[in-house]
């Protein structure tokens, strides 16, 4: 029996194998329930009882023996497929799956280089915010109907911490830390407490843009918008600008651009007035100048602000507001080839 154990040790010593199936053979061949190392334990019940001590335990060494030498050719060839020699370069790449970038990203990124291109810089400003930013700086009365529970949330009902309503508040900060010129443009997430459906979201973004310095007239204004319509849509797209009212413009205006969906011809998306409102604008109001620290009979300045949502709709026709912000990859993916 012990020279059966000996002759089987050094028969598994001399083992060899060049592939991972010809392990697993070597494996069922010495180590299966049927393999030569576990027959051995059929023999095991005819030793005398005064040998079983010490052929028992010659058993049990050739068989960790037997697993050891088996685990070491397997690790051998597993090192050895990991070895430059050992890639399969015919073997095609896994499925790498890209994110894709989200439609309001990609036209926010898109605003902001055509302002960069005309000089602005951006700006940030705090999504929690107080009165003073929001509205008492840029000329809201007291009793403005935005200053009401019904459409700002505010937290903790202190009327002085708030999400901000608008990024107009970044106007006012910037003001307040910096003299003139100043060229930004203020990208970010507002706030309004509205219901949420296909036309509006409580939640929503707006870049807003503002330049002040000696001199700045309507003109400056009215060119920049132009320029600003004519990048972000067609090259040939008209503009209009219709009287507004702002708080902290003066005068204000709203911008109309021609209907880049009919070419101004008009379809059911202009109403068939072959126009689109897209943003609010004006001058800004020297109350609010005076307001930040900066001094409005040396300087003007024109302001503009407009909805992120509203210019990705007219680039890409969302029907649903709520699309913007449920995350379903397959709307997230149709726009894989946009940038
Ligand atoms: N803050 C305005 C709003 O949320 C948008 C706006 C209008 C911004 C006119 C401006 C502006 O800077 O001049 O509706």
Redesign the pocket.
Do not use: D, K, P
């Given at each position: 029996m012990l020279d059966k154990i000996k002759s089987l040790r050094e028969e598994i010593e001399t083992l060899q194998a060049s592939n991972a199936e010809e392990v697993e053979q070597l494996r069922i061949k010495y180590l299966s329930k049927k393999g030569s190392v576990s027959l051995l334990m059929n023999d095991f019940r005819n030793v005398p009882a005064e040998q079983k001590r010490e052929v028992g335990q010659a058993i049990n060494e050739l068989k960790t023996f037997a697993t050891e030498r088996i685990n070491t050719l397997r690790e051998a060839l597993e090192t050895a497929d990991g070895d430059s020699a050992g890639i399969d370069l015919s073997r095609t790449a896994s499925d790498l799956r890209l994110g894709t970038r989200h439609p309001l990203s990609i036209v926010r990124e898109e605003i902001l280089a055509i302002f960069s291109r005309l000089g602005f810089t951006v700006a940030e400003g705090p999504e929690i915010e107080d009165d003073w930013h929001v509205f008492s700086s840029l000329n809201f009365a007291d009793d403005h109907p935005a200053r009401d529970m019904q459409d700002t949330f505010f937290i903790r009902r202190n009327p002085d911490v708030l999400l901000r309503?608008?990024?107009?508040s970044v106007?006012s900060r910037t003001m307040e830390h910096t003299q003139p010129p100043i060229r930004i443009v203020c990208p970010g997430r507002?706030y309004r407490n509205e219901a949420i459906s296909a036309r509006a979201h409580c939640f929503f973004h707006?870049v807003?843009a503002?330049y002040v310095d000696k001199n700045v007239s309507f003109a400056d204004l009215k060119q920049t918008l132009l320029y600003f319509a004519r990048e972000m849509f067609d090259s040939d797209t008209k503009i209009r600008l219709r009287p507004s009212y702002?708080p902290?413009?003066e005068p204000?205006a709203e911008m109309d651009i021609s209907c880049n969906i009919c070419g101004g011809k008009g379809c059911s998306f202009c109403k068939h007035t072959g126009w689109v409102e897209i943003?609010?604008?004006?001058m800004v109001d020297p109350n609010v100048l005076e307001a930040c620290g900066i001094d409005s009979k040396v300087y003007s300045g024109f302001?503009?602000?407009m909805g992120v949502e509203r210019i990705t709709n007219l680039k890409y026709q969302i029907k649903d507001l709520r699309m913007f912000s449920e995350n379903d990859v397959r709307f997230l993916e149709e726009f894989t080839a946009a940038h």
């Open positions: 309503t608008h990024t107009s106007q507002v707006q807003e503002l702002f902290f413009t204000s943003l609010g604008c004006g302001a503009l602000g």
